[in-house]
């Protein structure tokens, strides 16, 4: 099993909204990732997570909230998200944070309102 | 800062035509390189990576690379195209552990294969 998966796969919000992202894998792989793509651009970094512990935050707004509540499980928590926010939010795992290739999931479609 | 480049921001081929596409990195240290394909409406998927060794790489559908260390370039090549790799290619630098595990991407190329 080599998937990475992700719900919803869309999501629609208001601003005043709370909602979560969720992410699972069942590889092993000990380092998970969020990252935010827009639409014709590169992923962006958001948070990376070794070993359940929050080793990387790409400086981002703390109306996205990560959460690794074990070593299979990513969460991203959102709030008082603003339409800027509108984006492709792709969670990947790797075997560790070092130099082994990510698996991508395939991304939840989200539209801030 | 470490960086990704790619030269080419959309190229536009025809089938059976060969594939070139360029990219530059910024870094200093040990790097792990990666290509990575999003072909429309789909998810990332990995071409081809380097770790070490042989610096030609082969990867899947026919996808190879070549990581020139002096030049600080990992370009992407394919004989021949088909209408079927027309996708949004990525190339991509793991920094390592130092550096918490992070993937820089390029910008990305746009492919279009015409039939």
Redesign the interface.
Do not use: C, M, R, W
């Given at each position: 099993d080599t998937e990475v998966t992700q719900t919803p796969k869309h999501l629609v919000m208001g601003m005043t909204n709370k909602k979560s992202l969720k992410c699972e894998q069942h590889m092993g792989h000990r380092?998970m990732?969020w990252y935010k793509q827009k639409a014709?651009?590169?992923?962006?970094?958001m948070f990376?997570y070794?070993y359940e512990k929050l080793?990387?935050n790409e400086s981002v707004p703390s109306r996205f909230s990560p959460e690794c509540p074990n070593s299979s499980l990513l969460n991203l928590h959102l709030h008082a998200l603003q339409p800027e926010d509108s984006a492709l939010y792709?969670c990947?795992s790797?075997q560790?944070?070092?130099?082994?290739?990510?698996?991508?999931?395939?991304?939840t479609r989200l539209t801030v309102v | 800062a470490q960086s990704v480049s790619q030269h080419n921001h959309h190229v536009i081929l025809s089938e059976a035509a060969s594939l070139e596409l360029g990219c530059n990195y910024s870094y200093g240290g040990?790097v792990?390189l990666?290509w990575?394909v999003q072909y429309p409406g789909?998810?990332?998927?990995?071409l081809l990576?380097y770790?070490s060794g042989d610096p030609l790489v082969k990867g899947i559908k026919g996808f190879e690379a070549e990581f020139i260390k002096s030049k600080f370039s990992f370009n992407l090549r394919k004989p021949s195209v088909q209408w079927s790799d027309t996708a949004e290619y990525?190339c991509a630098v793991?920094l390592?552990?130092n550096q918490?595990?992070?993937?820089?991407?390029?910008?990305?190329t746009?492919l279009s294969v015409k039939p």
């Open positions: 380092a990732y014709k651009k590169p992923p962006e970094l990376v070794s080793s990387i792709l990947a790797s560790d944070h070092g130099y082994s290739e990510a698996f991508f999931g395939q991304g | 040990t792990n990666f990575y789909q998810h990332l998927q990995l990576k770790f990525f793991n390592g552990y918490g595990g992070k993937l820089i991407f390029g910008q990305g746009e």
